[in-house]
């Protein structure tokens, strides 16, 4: 684990923060007892509202780099030849930010995702989930202007073990969260 100190403010006798944990995460939150929170410490920021719909044109592609044609955003174990794989495609496309963002975070938002996503900005490592909410700030990998956005989907073996033909890829909807300071 890691030690530093934590944004807060005191407000009516008390220390109010704000927390933003994601599933399965925890955190160990010591306060001091006549301790005065630091309000040069900026609050962790939230997703906000959508301020992009990224609904393509996506390009799918197998790990050895050979196209795969299937839908993107979508399912891709409904799409022929496809409802027993098991393994790892990449997604890409590209996403056009403006020159300024006003200074806000910028989140990605991938809706929906069969079943683990792990996702790079101009080839710059942004994040890994697991499990919902596939929701992660990518604001350090971006940069005004054309951004590469490349997210890789690794589903279930029970579509090859089982035969399921559990929902499988990025089945999104794909969007881009603006950041929020909400008030505490």
Known sequence: GSRRPWPGRAHEGRCETRLRLERREGLVLAVEAGGIPDPQIELLPLPGEIALSLPGPWSAFTTADRPAALPCPGDWSQAEGWGLFTGTLRFLTDLILPGKTGG??????????????????????????????????????CQ???????????????????GL????????????????????
Request: aromatic share 6%; proline share 8%; glycine share 10%.
């Open 104 to 141: 806000q975070p910028i989140f990605l938002d991938l809706g929906r995702v069969g079943d683990i996503a792990e996702v790079s900005v101009n080839g710059q490592a942004a994040g890994i989930r697991v499990w919902p909410p596939y929701i992660m700030e990518i604001s350090a990998a």
């Open 144 to 162: 005004p202007g054309v951004n590469r956005l490349e997210v890789q989907v690794t589903n279930s073996m029970a579509n090859a073990y089982d």
């Open 165 to 184: 033909q559990l929902p499988s890829g990025l089945l999104g909807p794909v969007a881009l969260r603006a950041g929020r300071q909400a008030a505490l």
